[in-house]
């Protein structure tokens, strides 16, 4: 990961500038540099991944122009060779030197054809135009906000504008600002054209666009590991990795030391496709000590996210101070695509389409700021194979009726695309937990029964209701919420609200996130 910021206007000074910049340090810990062009200030913060000699350092600058990206540009080699024919020179290996090149070509119309994740701010001292942009799932993040009201501000992170801004918010995925305006270049979630592809044609579309998606993402200068957690998901990832892998790959599990539900089956896993597998062992003491430090690096109150971030947050410590990693995939993005448990509950296939449409539009708030988060402020970087857009969108366009679960397993699509030599079978057809009660359900217990501990009932009802935005309905959801008002006053509005299965479905009429509460969850992480 990197970290950007960029700025043009009269109100907000150099130091303002650098000190806001210097809160995401951790994203970007090899290389730093501020530049200013005419009232304008543009910031990089560097994790060095492609092109990882000083030429690739950010901002980058052609003509009049200079951008800052936090971005993978995939395929930038095809494309770079055609720029080249047509008369550009690059400096460096760096997949983001493109950009300007691009923009000289294309101007905004180049952000529908990039296959990219990516944040970007860029500015043209010749016309004073500040232009930002953000990948159509936003698993690069972006916030925006203004210095007094009037002049906009870009950042990586909420935490290095909440000290500039009265408001912060996320730039909107998909979306290019210009001129004072927002631009929908391309909304993954929405549908053209329904696919009708037959079961076995779907499947063998998701095998192939799932491989292809994970393929490009090895493509690194810097080395890679693998986060499993035993589940399907990142088990699939992991397996398809170390068929396209020379040597074996590298992966890494985390669990409670007293209930660690999905470390036996990670270990099956990385045994089979004979992976370097480390796990990561933590207690009810790490869990609350780290609890402060998760609020503060993700910028959410949200239940599910937190629990879930916790054990995300310290195996990538873990791999930062053991290990010379840099790049990290994950499987985040497949539930939202393929369904959850409490999706088994939709109504009809609309209501599972529209489902799928509303999580896949608010993620960039959720499992994919945790993903970004937690990687980032361990100087690692986040990719997400589940969320190539070519696989998205194919994905989301498939009749809705072939993927609701009428099949006795959920997400039956994405296990029957891979059935065959990719995983053990028990292990392709395991129903899993989600990530937090995996770690150990033990974790989730100590979490509810610390808030239980801090707060009498009476004093829940009171300060609950002082939070008029995101009401906090439970005593956990309280101790997150007051974490996050220490370092992030008066933001709750970053975030949708929380968390949750549809309540309006008949059987999710929950008081938790989790689908240990659900009467379908049954063996599910057994």
């Known amino acids: 990961m990197c970290s950007i910021m960029g700025y043009c206007g009269g109100a907000l000074t150099y130091s303002e500038f650098v000190s806001g910049l210097k809160q995401t340090a951790s994203r970007g810990p090899d290389q730093a540099r501020v530049i200013t062009v005419n009232n304008a200030m543009l910031g990089f913060q560097r994790l060095s991944i492609m092109g990882l000699t000083e030429a690739g350092m950010q901002p980058f600058k052609r003509g009049s122009r200079y951008v800052v990206c936090n971005g993978e540009l995939y395929g930038f080699r095809a494309m770079k060779r055609q720029l080249e024919d047509r008369g550009y020179h690059f400096e460096s290996g760096s997949d983001c030197e493109l950009l300007l090149p691009l923009y000289q070509e294309y101007g905004t119309d180049m952000f529908q054809m990039l296959d990219a994740e990516f944040a970007m701010v860029l500015y043209d001292a010749e016309t004073g135009q500040l232009v930002a942009a953000r990948d159509p799932i936003g698993i690069r993040p972006l916030y925006y906000g203004y210095i007094k009201g009037k002049e906009i501000i870009f950042a990586s992170e909420a935490k290095n504008l909440v000290d500039l801004c009265e408001t912060v918010l996320p730039f909107p995925p998909g979306h ?119 609020v503060a690096l993700l910028g959410t109150y949200d239940i599910t996210t937190i629990r879930a971030s916790i054990g995300m947050y310290l195996v990538c410590k873990y791999i930062h101070e053991h290990t010379p990693l840099r790049v990290l995939l994950t499987g985040e993005i497949s539930d939202e695509l393929f369904g959850y448990k409490y999706t088994d509950f939709a109504p009809s296939p609309a209501a599972f389409q529209q489902e799928a449409e509303k999580r896949l539009r608010e993620l960039h708030m959720y499992d994919v700021l945790r993903a970004d988060r937690c990687i980032s402020v361990n100087s690692l970087e986040a990719r997400v194979p589940f969320g190539d857009l070519d696989f998205v969108q194919y994905v989301m366009s498939l009749d809705p009726a072939l993927k609701v679960n009428t099949y006795g397993k959920g997400k039956y699509l994405l296990r029957h695309a891979f059935e065959g030599d990719w995983l053990p079978q028990d292990i392709l057809m395991r129903e899993k937990a989600a990530f937090s009660d995996a770690v150990g359900h033990s974790m989730v217990d100590d979490l509810k029964e610390y808030a239980q501990e801090r707060y009498t009932d009476e004093e829940f009802q009171s300060k609950a209701a002082a939070y008029t935005f995101a009401t906090p309905f439970t005593k956990e959801s309280l101790l997150y919420r007051e974490l996050f008002e220490e370092y992030y006053p008066g933001q709750a509005a970053m975030v949708a609200g929380f968390w949750m299965p549809n309540r309006e479905w008949e059987g999710c009429d929950v008081d938790d996130p989790s689908a240990r509460v659900l009467s379908n969850y049954g063996s599910s992480g057994q």
């Open 176 to 294: 290019y600002y210009k001129d004072g305006q927002w631009v929908c270049y391309r909304d993954v979630s929405r549908v053209e054209q329904v696919c009708h592809d037959d079961l076995e044609t779907a499947c063998a579309n998701i095998r192939e666009k799932l491989v292809a998606g994970i393929e490009k993402r090895l493509d690194a200068d810097a080395p890679v590991g693998f986060l499993l957690s035993g589940g399907l998901d990142s088990s699939l990832v992991c397996a398809v990795a170390a068929r396209l892998s020379e040597k074996p790959i590298q992966t890494f599990a985390i669990g409670m030391d007293t209930d660690a539900i999905d470390l036996k089956y990670a270990r099956q896993v990385a045994d089979y496709l004979h992976a370097e597998h480390t796990e990561v062992i933590i207690t009810r003491e790490d869990v609350l000590e780290a609890l402060p430090q998760v």
